[in-house]
């Protein structure tokens, strides 16, 4: 059984960072992508971030300069590191995995098989 468990979050002024782990466990090969979503209330839910199979990354123009995907094979983890937070990065984040080689940039959230349990970012103005 595939899960991912997220951890982080929370509220920061802007300007501020926070962390993002998304911890994968129970996909039984080494090849597959974690990509980032978020949702802000009344709004669809957009990309972030992603991290491929051979650690190719992407980002959304949006986040791009302030935000940074990296994993640790090791301990099968996402992170995503966010800094100079402004107030529109505030949202529920979902990380998701989608298995095989596949190549995550740009994707749409319905091109992804697993979700974690989501994790509220507040960024005060």
């Known amino acids: 059984q595939v899960q991912l468990v997220q951890s982080g979050g929370g509220l920061v002024q802007s300007g501020g960072s926070l962390r993002l782990s998304c911890a994968a466990s129970g996909f039984a090969s080494e090849h597959y992508a974690i990509g980032w979503f978020r949702q802000a209330q009344g709004k669809e839910r957009e990309g972030v971030s992603c991290?491929?199979?051979?650690?190719?990354?992407y980002l959304a123009d949006s986040v791009k300069g302030r935000f940074t995907i990296s994993r640790a094979n090791a301990k099968n983890t996402v992170y995503l590191q966010m800094n100079m937070l402004k107030p529109e990065d505030t949202g529920v984040y979902y990380c998701?995995?989608?298995?095989?080689?596949?190549?995550?940039?740009?994707?749409?959230?319905?091109?992804?098989?697993?979700w974690g349990q989501g994790t509220q970012v507040t960024v005060s103005s």
């Open positions: 991290i491929n199979w051979w650690n190719g990354t």
């Open positions: 998701t995995l989608r298995g095989g080689y596949f190549d995550c940039s740009g994707k749409e959230h319905y091109e992804y098989d697993y």
